[in-house]
């Protein structure tokens, strides 16, 4: 074989081997994107795999301990609702009946275990979402004068 | 009025520029030298009208002429001045037109400066310049068009994003972001032209562009550090990457303009690697357009994710113009580039240079394939899908643990071919700072073993680069008796490039370092506490002193003061807070940090009481933060003194020159590498 | 030039290219709403801006959704402070202008605004041909999973989402969605004006709500 030859020899092996990897790394590392009704449909495929779950907060499903951290809701796509738990205090703009995306794993116990919980924002400005006043938030507290 | 004038001087640009691009093509090919001096002069007339609109901008926003839709959008009467001026490259249109000015200055310079040089490699690389312009004038004369009258005339504007008016340092990210991402445009120019003046088989381009490059590769690493900085600062989870598309498409062009650095010093001292560097720097040019169209186009889910318009459309046709012309040119030429040297010795810096492309272009390669990947799975397989960190992560972390061995390696052994005395002298004993470093992550309690091995990598590189400045300034000390300041002044001095990119290696490894530290032994935590309770995390403690709000112009703010508490002493305070904007019901969440040298404590209010009882705070601790703003410095430091070539004055020639034998110093014909 | 080379690297660009044309049609943000198809949710709010002649409604009466019933409905949210609103105005008023007396009802649904600016910005913008009433806690805007302002919201003649349009809408989208409705409501339900649809979107004996 010539050296040319040989080089391209090595290099294709390189090249194949670095996409291998590549695509065995995508495989294992790949986060679904499912809704509520995609999610209880993959039965008990959809168990202990990291997935994000879109959908609305369903209304008067929201439950926070401050103490203990804990935030409790239900997400639905009106056709399925999953319960989640997380840990740490709901971003502000959390509302119930606002659409979300929660990361992390659906248990057997048949509770999803978010990790992560995002409501969307953009880099651009943006109309208010439905939410707070934020108003009548800060209102009390500059009535007690502080600084 | 002002919108009007604005928009025909951008409507003339347009015209200006494509007939610049013409008759210099045209001009070229027919030989007529006095149609290719139009055209330069049609480089300079674009910059002087797209200033007139970018400054008729300024001033409509300063003045709030809410006529003009872009102030429309971004502009109010409550925003402070300076974050009125700075909102020009808050959202799309004006960071287009923006985007054109800087080309536009760019260009101009170039053009200026290398008018006078013989050959049609500056002409081609002008109409380059004006084809990428055109493409910049049509979008600012069409979709993106910030002049657009509105009536009836808004008393006032919603203002800037909040997210964006919150930190000085979105003063600083954007400039510096567009100011790196644009001047790629002048090297690709340079390629272009030097495939289409067939001078592409000489190194000249490559010498011409240097220094643009550098300027270019210099303002997008202090970019992405800012970046990173800003994210952290601002965004409330304590982290500073999260390979975010946004994040990755300003990290995949200085993968691949960082190879070409490497790649085109063997190609100037060993006449190799000719078309591959001509990919690299066509590869940058196109990451930069892909990068943007990524961003811009809402094609991809992020949480920096400008708005979708008909915008993307023509950045798809551009893209796509750009790809096709591009791989055909240097597939067309690849004929033309016959390699004149030859690997000597698999012990040779070359040999380390092609290692660090080839870790280089893989790793561009991971983030691209990452980054698309949910596009592709969407389209093939039909599913919905992100590719998390950990993907990333496990991909990239052999590839960086790699990069930072070779960036002690590459420097250590000469060009050719290395002796075994020599490798045994060059290579050896940086080990023993390698163990070192190694035996501190340990005995700190790393478990992770790229975690431990990229600190050893980390001691292994510095000194490395470390001792090549101490071998030379040693050599001048003994030759001439230069006093040590002297020696490593006259030293730097003398070989810039050089010294220059072992400082910014320096700087890369401090950031390294800052990484691994704020990785592997960060600890957070969260709690709702009263006033006067407090929190502990990994020995730092700190209490709740109060809740409060204040009024101010733009905003209103809720905060809590937190007292960092040790041995029954207040030794800092902070205050995280949430500011609320009038027209946005989320509030924007401002983070405190408190930085030592040894790393930072990082304050974020969660959630707090109305009536002020108690709130949720966040604490997180990480080691070594600050490290990587500092690392960042110094690789823009390494970039500032590599810019410029060497000098033409001669101080004391004679000692760069004949060193100690062991040494690897360029021959003076041999330039500056 | 090797044009053969070329050629073939240019065809290399085919399969990049096509996968970022595929993606224009996809919106990677896109959250499943759960709206079209389903009941709209009902509302009662107090009516601010009494639009023109036909279609006008008395300030401080109280408009409920299940009322209109048996007509198309076109709901606009929109704020004062918003500029894509001020783009679709014009087509919206006119639009509605051009339906006035057809079993179609326009309501535009103030959201994160006061009234005084709101109403500064109808005389500004030349008046609105048709009432708009409050939302003052933006509980209509939550219950409706509204993603941002202008959105507007078709209902049928069943009360049901049939459309929901995120961002300014346009002549034709107006026209296709109004026309379709229209043509689905029961035969008895297309004549009447809108004069009779806005008395039948009065709740009774309420006023001033709020």
Request: hydrophobic share 50%; aromatic share 10%.
């Amino acid at each position: 074989m010539s050296k040319r030859n040989w080089a391209i020899l090595v290099a294709v092996i390189l090249v194949a081997t670095f996409g291998w990897l590549l695509y065995g790394g995508l495989n294992k590392n790949v986060v679904f994107f499912l809704t509520p009704k995609e999610l209880v449909a993959k039965g008990a495929n959809g168990y202990d795999v990291p997935v994000r779950l879109g959908g609305m907060v369903v209304p008067g499903s929201v439950q926070w301990n401050e103490k203990t951290l804990d935030l409790r809701f239900r997400v639905t796509d009106d056709s399925d609702t999953v319960a989640v738990h997380s840990t740490g205090a709901p971003p502000q703009m959390f509302q119930p009946g606002m659409g979300v995306v929660v990361e992390g794993k659906y248990e057997r116990a048949g509770v999803f275990q978010a990790t992560n919980l995002m409501v969307k924002h953009s880099n651009e400005y943006h109309p208010p979402r439905p939410g707070e006043k934020p108003e009548e938030m800060y209102k009390t507290l500059m009535k007690g004068g502080a600084s | 009025m002002t919108g009007l004038l604005a928009h025909d001087a951008l409507m003339v640009s347009v015209v200006v520029v494509l007939v610049g691009a013409v008759l210099g093509s045209l001009g070229i090919r027919g030989g007529r030298a006095d149609w290719v001096q139009i055209a330069f002069g049609t480089v300079y007339a674009n910059f002087v009208l797209v200033s007139l609109a970018t400054g008729a901008m300024i001033y409509a926003l300063v003045t709030h002429d809410f006529s003009i839709s872009y102030v429309a959008q971004v502009g109010s009467r409550e925003t402070p001045l300076f974050y009125t001026v700075i909102s020009l490259w808050g959202a799309l249109e004006g960071s287009i037109l923006f985007w054109a000015w800087v080309l536009g200055a760019y260009s101009t310079a170039v053009v200026w400066l290398n008018r006078k040089r013989a050959g049609n490699l500056v002409p081609w690389a002008s109409v380059t310049l004006l084809v990428v312009a055109l493409f910049f004038a049509i979008l600012l004369v069409g979709p993106a068009n910030p002049f657009k009258p509105v009536f009836p005339v808004p008393a006032d504007g919603p203002g800037p994003n909040p997210l964006l008016q919150n930190h000085i340092l979105m003063a600083v990210h954007p400039p510096l972001l567009y100011l790196g991402y644009v001047g790629m445009t002048v090297p690709f120019a340079f390629a272009v032209g030097a495939m289409f003046s067939g001078e592409v088989a000489s190194d000249d381009w490559i010498r011409i562009t240097r220094p643009y490059l550098m300027v270019a590769w210099g303002f997008l690493s202090a970019a992405i550090i800012a970046g990173m900085w800003w994210s952290y600062e601002v965004l409330g989870w304590g982290g500073y990457w999260a390979w975010d598309p946004v994040e990755n498409a300003s990290f995949m062009p200085w993968l691949v303009a960082t190879a070409f650095l490497h790649s085109a010093m063997v190609q100037e001292r060993r006449g190799m690697l000719k078309l591959w560097n001509l990919n690299l720097m066509v590869g940058t040019f196109v990451l930069t357009i892909l990068g943007t169209f990524l961003t811009r186009s809402g094609i991809l889910s992020s949480v920096h994710a400008f708005t979708e318009g008909p915008i993307g459309y023509y950045f798809l046709v551009f893209i796509a113009i750009v790809l096709v012309a591009a791989l055909v040119m240097v597939a067309g030429v690849s004929d033309k580039l016959h390699t004149t040297g030859h690997f000597d010795s698999p012990t040779s810096r070359e040999t380390a240079f092609l290692l660090n492309n080839l870790f280089l272009t893989a790793f561009m390669f991971t983030v691209l394939v990452g980054t698309l990947y949910p596009l592709l799975a969407e389209a093939l397989r039909g599913v919905k899908v992100s590719v998390g960190e950990p993907f990333f992560n496990k991909m990239t972390l052999p590839l960086i643990v790699s990069l930072l061995f070779l960036m002690g390696v590459g420097p250590a052994l000469p060009w050719g071919s290395a002796t075994k005395a020599e490798m045994k002298a060059k290579l050896l004993p940086p080990f023993s700072a390698a163990a070192v470093m190694a035996a501190i992550a340990l005995a700190v309690g790393a478990r992770n073993p790229y975690a431990v091995l990229a600190y050893a990598f980390v001691g292994y590189a510095a000194f490395a680069n470390l001792r090549e400045y101490w071998i030379g300034m040693k050599a001048r000390h003994a030759a001439h008796g230069e006093s040590w300041p002297v020696a490593l002044a006259r030293l730097v001095g003398g070989n810039r490039r050089r010294y220059g990119g072992y400082v910014a290696h320096l700087g890369v490894l401090l950031v390294a370092l800052g990484i691994a530290a704020s990785e592997s032994f960060r600890a957070e935590r969260e709690a709702t506490l009263a006033p006067g309770q407090t929190i502990t995390v990994a020995g730092h403690t700190a209490r709740l002193k109060e809740v409060w709000g204040r009024e101010e112009p733009q905003r209103a703010v809720i905060g809590a003061t937190m007292e960092v508490v040790q041995n029954g002493k207040v030794v800092a305070t902070a205050d995280p807070r949430m500011n609320f904007y009038p027209t946005q019901s989320a509030p924007v969440p401002t983070p405190q940090v408190i930085s030592s040298i040894g790393g930072d404590l990082y304050f974020n209010l969660m959630a707090f009481d109305q009536n002020g009882s108690h709130a949720t705070v966040k604490l997180i601790v990480q080691p070594l933060v600050p490290w990587i703003w500092f690392g960042g410095g110094v690789v823009v430091l390494g970039a500032i003194i590599g810019i410029f070539p060497k000098r033409r004055r001669r101080t004391a020639p004679a000692a760069v020159r004949h060193p100690v034998p062991a040494v690897a110093v360029p021959l003076p014909s041999e330039g500056e590498a | 030039m090797n044009w053969k080379r070329a050629g073939i690297a240019a065809l290399a660009a085919v399969p990049i290219i096509a996968l970022f044309a595929w993606g224009f049609t996809k919106d990677p943000n896109a959250i499943p709403s759960p709206l079209p198809g389903r009941a709209a949710p009902d509302f009662s709010l107090p009516v601010f801006s009494p639009g023109q002649p036909p279609m006008t409604l008395p300030v401080g009466d109280t408009v409920r959704l299940a009322s209109l019933r048996g007509q198309v409905v076109v709901l606009n949210f929109w704020a004062s402070w918003c500029l894509s609103c001020r783009d679709e105005h014009r087509t919206l008023s006119q639009f509605a202008k051009r339906y006035a007396g057809k079993p179609v009802h326009f309501l535009g649904v103030l959201y994160n605004d006061r009234t005084a600016p709101a109403l500064q910005w109808i005389e500004e913008m030349g008046g609105q041909e048709y009432p708009s009433v409050n939302d003052p806690d933006a509980h209509t805007a939550i219950n409706y999973g509204l993603y941002g302002v202008p959105e507007t919201y078709f209902i049928d003649g069943n009360g049901r989402v049939a459309y929901k349009q995120t961002g300014p809408v346009t002549d034709a989208i107006l026209t296709r969605e109004v026309d379709s409705l229209m043509a689905a409501l029961p035969p008895s339900a297309r004549t009447g004006g809108s004069a009779d649809s806005a008395a039948a979107g009065l709740a009774p004996g309420t006023k001033g709500l709020q």
